[in-house]
């Protein structure tokens, strides 16, 4: 087992019997053993320097002594224990750090990374996996198996016990209960995302941001220079005369103290599905992200020019700080005016006819009935955009077009062994799709924070923090979310931090238009890819189908069918 990591792997602690406790490669880390024995190791941005943790950590007798300890840490990383043939492994809640595992030559062996652990047990690849992944929306569980069998994931929430019994998996984490008014979660809200920033820049010497003009890497920014940090302020032009995100990022970045602003223009900014050919790897799974690397990356090298070490984001935002509609729901017992308020709000904002509303919300079946119902219906015509479907368990899963029938098959099957077992993620359908949106969430920005560290720059993304996590899910839905407010939470948290007139912003820009023009200028490059396609050699997609669709001009079908997902697929497999 050693001897296949040698190659990349440039570290190695041991245990006192000399035997390996980690091989690999990380960046920040903590390791001691305590006075009782215990092998402890937290690998990643932790909130202390390593005298105050060695000093928490030497009295610890046990296991769940000293994980209670790592608990009460702020910052992002893995926690392994190691006591009396026992191993303790955790990532984070999130799901931004995983852990994954198998087992060969009768040992346990963990990994941050799906294909670490598939190279080390020589795994074949689960090719209807690899289907399901062709999915416009993959549904839980689904979205969290790795690609290998043999492999297997800890869920978030959850961590991986190893001992001379085997491996199994324990709960170590749920989300909080939704007790707090909105000034009470604002207050809290501002110091866990403050101490999140703060973990960040005082492990770097120099760091850079995205600073969109949205409020999410606004308040990283302005929290990262409110720190002292003076951080390098990255902002993406947009070829859309539409987008006022310069506007309003000048507007914020007017206002940092010691930030330098860097405005990158639209020449040097790639369009959508540019340079799918020149796209690196290896990464763990074939999350879309993958497709946006050159854009994602532009401005990287600047920043690594004027000496940034570690590149903070916004992403998360959107995902932590959202109530869910399905909310209104549960209120409907206990506070029905405010409910049917609320869904009022957003009916006109989504368009939603009355009957599909009511439709939705008299749905009763358990979620592994949806999922099984949902396999049946794979080839169906896809719902509206924005339909009403977000107040059910999820927005029903849809197969593209050009999917094989054998393709349609194997994932339909998939799902329904699925549902047998799938049980949801939280016991409303709100806390199930909170979860679900958290979890999709960072898979993607995980993806791309490997992307980003093979360039060179390493990313953070401390909206994703648990414990930010925990404070914006400690505030009741109807004050952190509403149908006329645009992230009100945030906006209370951020009061004096940044600009009141960006705190007023009501709009958020998007990417449509270089979206649309990046697959209008690609097509003929996308449509090269399938007449060499890794998964038409498999039989999972019609690849003469796939070049005719990608050939019409403005073809829905290509647009809204799912070719992300069927790209991501495609350079997953030429890369890993």
């Not at 492994?89 to 598939?118: L, P, Q, Y």
């Not at 020149?278 to 854009?295: F, M, N, S």
């Not at 009511?358 to 749905?363: G, K, T």
Request: with cysteine; aromatic share 4%.
């Amino acid at each position: 087992m050693e001897t296949r990591l040698k190659s990349t792997a440039e570290k190695r602690v041991l245990h006192a019997s000399g035997r390996p406790f980690l091989i690999g490669s990380w960046g920040p880390a903590f390791v001691t053993t305590t006075r009782h024995g215990l092998r402890i190791a937290l690998i990643g941005c932790g909130c202390a320097d390593e005298h105050e943790v060695a000093q928490r950590l030497a009295e610890q007798r046990d296991i769940e002594s000293a994980a209670r300890v790592a608990r009460s840490l702020r910052g992002e990383f893995h926690l392994v224990v190691a006591a009396g043939g026992r191993l303790r492994v955790r990532g984070t809640a999130s799901g931004m750090r995983r852990v994954f595992h198998g087992a060969t030559e009768g040992t346990t062996v963990a990994s941050n990374r799906a294909d670490v652990v598939a190279r080390l047990l020589d795994a074949p690849l689960d090719e209807e996996l690899l289907a399901v992944r062709l999915l416009d929306s993959v549904p839980h569980p689904l979205g969290d198996m790795p690609m290998w069998r043999g492999v297997h994931a800890v869920p978030q929430g959850f961590q991986l016990e190893a001992g001379p019994d085997g491996a199994s998996c324990t709960r170590w984490w749920s989300p909080p209960e939704p007790r707090l008014g909105l000034e009470e979660g604002a207050a809290l809200l501002r110091t866990e995302l403050d101490a999140a920033v703060r973990v960040r820049t005082r492990a770097a010497a120099t760091v850079s941001s995205d600073l969109s003009g949205g409020l999410d890497s606004t308040a990283v920014c302005a929290l990262a220079a409110a720190a002292g940090a003076a951080p390098v302020a990255l902002t993406m032009s947009s070829r859309d005369p539409g987008d006022d995100d310069l506007h309003w990022a000048k507007l914020a970045a007017a206002d940092l103290d010691h930030a330098e602003h860097v405005v990158l223009p639209v020449d040097r900014i790639p369009l959508f599905y540019s340079g799918l050919l020149e796209v690196t790897g290896p990464v763990d799974e074939p999350a879309p992200t993958i497709l946006d690397q050159p854009r994602q990356l532009a401005g990287h090298d600047e920043m690594l020019a004027r000496g940034s070490a570690l590149h903070l984001t916004g992403m998360g935002g959107d995902h932590v700080l959202w109530g869910h509609p399905a909310h209104v729901l549960e209120r409907l017992a206990t506070d029905p005016l405010g409910a049917l308020r609320h869904l009022r709000g957003y009916r006109a904002h989504n368009r939603w006819s009355l009957r599909d509303a009511l439709s939705v919300i008299a749905d009763r079946r358990p979620y592994g009935q949806w999922l099984a119902d949902s396999a049946d219906r794979l080839t169906a015509a896809r719902a509206a955009p924005h339909s009403a479907d977000v107040l059910a368990w999820d927005v029903p899963p849809r197969m593209p077009g050009w999917a094989t029938p054998d393709a349609v098959a194997a994932v339909r099957d998939r799902m329904r062994r699925a549902a047998q077992s799938a049980v949801p993620l939280g016991r409303t359908r709100a806390r199930h799709n909170e979860l679900n949106v958290l979890r999709h969430g960072t898979r993607v920005t995980r993806i791309l924070h490997q992307v980003a560290e093979h360039g060179g720059l390493p990313m953070a993304s401390p909206f994703f923090d648990d414990r930010v996590i925990e404070a914006c899910w400690s505030v009741r839905a109807e004050e952190r979310s509403s149908p006329w407010r645009y992230k009100p939470l945030l906006k209370a948290a951020l009061r004096g931090v940044v600009p009141g007139a960006v705190l007023a912003r009501e709009t958020k820009g998007e990417a449509s238009t270089d979206a649309a023009n990046g697959l209008r200028e690609n097509r003929a490059r996308i449509a090269e890819l399938w007449h060499d396609s890794r998964l038409a050699r498999l039989g999972l997609v019609d690849a003469d189908r796939l070049v005719r669709t990608t050939l019409q001009p403005s073809s829905p079908e290509l647009r809204y069918a799912g070719l992300d997902s069927t790209l991501a697929c495609e350079i997953w497999l030429r890369t890993t």
